[in-house]
């Protein structure tokens, strides 16, 4: 096969995922708290199929991994008690089965014990790792910007933001959350306060993200018909070849 033939190949197979992480990034323009994603991609020399020369380096296109945008939504007002939103850099520290997780996600809720719990139904953790407990016969519940959650005069608890030191070290796991890939434990973060009754929206601009889309697309038919041009133009000369001979 032809070195355009390899090359072409090797961004067809970036550009569809891409594709799928521009679609992706469509599909939840409206999910509460989630942070836009991108393709990072790299060249990489490799031994050409054939030169006439055999010294010069053919560049294939790899897939480098994700680029995610943790820029901080537009904060909406919902007016509901449980409805939080982190205004800043930080995340909520949730307890999932497979351990600790974390999110900005704050629609919570309370389940049948009375424990703040996610949508997932992970429970919210408080400043020291513990479960937050909701009364209803306590009252309505208030939630300071420093996280801390009172009913009446009773303090029930704090809710956690945290960072990491690298946001790099964040993986998402599904279900909007997070899971720590680093050794290192996020830290308390002292500047991000605590919305009550609102919500953080995507940060995702759907008409940039479109305007991918459709360049994706484009690219991608480019490097298709390409790579037909190359195989058409081996097949003639081969059939020219033959007739010589």
């Known amino acids: 096969m032809d070195n355009a033939l390899y090359v072409g190949l090797s961004r067809q197979m970036t550009l569809r ?23 990072m991609v790299r060249t990489e020399e490799a031994k050409p199929a054939k030169t006439l020369d055999g010294s010069s380096p053919v560049k294939f296109v790899l897939d480098s991994g994700l680029a995610r945008d943790f820029t901080q939504g537009a904060l909406t007002k919902t007016g509901g008690d449980l409805d939080v939103a982190i205004e800043g850099k930080g995340f909520f520290r949730v307890q999932t089965p497979a351990g600790e997780r974390y999110t900005r996600d704050g629609r919570f809720t309370t389940n049948p014990e009375g424990k703040l719990v996610t949508q997932g139904g992970n429970s919210v953790l408080d400043e020291g790792g513990g479960e937050l407990t909701i009364d209803p016969a306590l009252g309505p519940v208030s939630i300071g910007k420093d996280g801390t959650v009172t009913q009446g005069a009773v303090r029930v608890g704090k809710i956690a933001v945290v960072r990491p030191d690298d946001l790099s070290s964040f993986a998402k796991d599904g279900d909007n959350l997070f899971r720590n890939t680093s050794n290192t434990t996020p830290q308390v973060a002292p500047d991000a306060q605590v919305q009550q009754g609102m919500l953080e929206a995507s940060n995702v601009n759907s008409v940039v993200e479109i305007t991918k889309l459709i360049e994706v ?29």
């Open 17 to 39: 995922r891409q594709l799928d992480i521009v679609a992706n990034n469509i599909a939840n323009a409206n999910t509460i708290g989630f942070k836009t994603e991108d393709l």
């Open 217 to 245: 697309q484009r690219a991608y038919e480019g490097v298709s018909k390409m790579m037909d041009n190359t195989s058409e133009l081996s097949r003639t000369a081969v059939d020219r070849l033959g007739k010589v001979n």
